[in-house]
């Protein structure tokens, strides 16, 4: 249920993304369904066509819900084509112009951070454009301002990159470099395993990212140095850097390996983790918005 709202909530989510192990370790009631097709566009395909089947049997009993997503191709369809409304994505990332074209033009919100106000160029409906609903923050702001960590730093943290997703055409070996020239470099794989990322980012001298990756923008939010590597990236992704670096937060850009080695060097010989609990009370998240919406259709 949602406060003072009488709404059930259905919960689902795809296996192989991590999702699963998220929802259990949350303690969530929720539904397995469907996979992650790798990065191959065949096996992105074909798993995207069962998970649509799949969905359509879960979701056809449903009717008088709404539909949320962060920007589930096969749940927006499925949604629209059983009528589902509203259909409300939160789509915070512009440079997965595949996802944005077959999802935006079927919902009826988007719900987007004011750093990607100008970026988006999907192809919208002329007759039913989703209406945008612009917020001042990035989602990590929702689950970061209750968090209080005790910052004890043993190691550098590296998230691999997602190198699965349809908008990435290069390997970020540099990533890997770091564990040659740095002991204690801890490495989190994607797709496979599930991390306590809150408590790892706590036992960081720095967080290494790709450019506006999710465990990088909580870490920055939680006052630990971060470095959001810009190699190999859409130029579009600067946009989430420069907007945390002009709210004060600890975000910092690499663009080669030498910038990325001077960084991480930097922060070992120097420790520091920056106050920012200020910072977050004035940033907002979309749940807030989510939470209109509903209450308007209610």
Known sequence: MIDGLDIEVKVTVREGAGTEKMAKFLGLNFAVIGKHGGKDPYGKLMASIQRMKELTEYVKELKGYAFYTHSSVEGARVAYGLGLRPIITTDDTPWSIYVANLTLPLCDYHIMPIWTKELWSVKQSKNNP???????????VEWTKG????????????????????????????????????????????????????????????????????????????????????KGISSMALSVLNYLKDKGLPAYG?????????????????????????????????????????????
């Not at 706590?202 to 790709?210: F, G, P, R």
């Not at 990325?260 to 070992?268: A, G, P």
């Not at 609990?277 to 907002?284: F, G, I, N």
Request: net charge negative.
């Open 254 to 298: 690499a663009n080669s390996y030498e910038e990325l080695k001077s960084l991480v060097d930097r922060f070992i010989r120097e420790p520091v983790i920056w106050d920012t609990k200020d910072k977050l009370k004035r940033m907002e998240s979309p749940i807030d918005y989510i939470d209109q919406i509903l209450r308007q259709k209610d």
């Open 130 to 140: 989703p209406v945008p609903v612009v917020y001042d923050g990035v989602k990590e």
């Open 147 to 230: 968090i209080e960590i005790n910052w004890k730093p043993r190691y550098i943290l590296v998230r691999e990159p997602e190198v699965e997703a349809s908008y990435l055409d290069y390997e970020f070996k540099e990533f890997h470099s770091l564990a040659k020239d740095f002991d204690n470099v801890y490495y989190t794989r994607r797709y496979k395993g599930f991390y306590d990322i809150i408590k790892l980012v706590a036992n960081s001298y720095c967080v290494v990212t790709l450019c506006g990756s999710t465990v990088g923008k909580e870490a920055c939010l939680l006052g630990v140095p971060t470095i959001m590597y810009t």
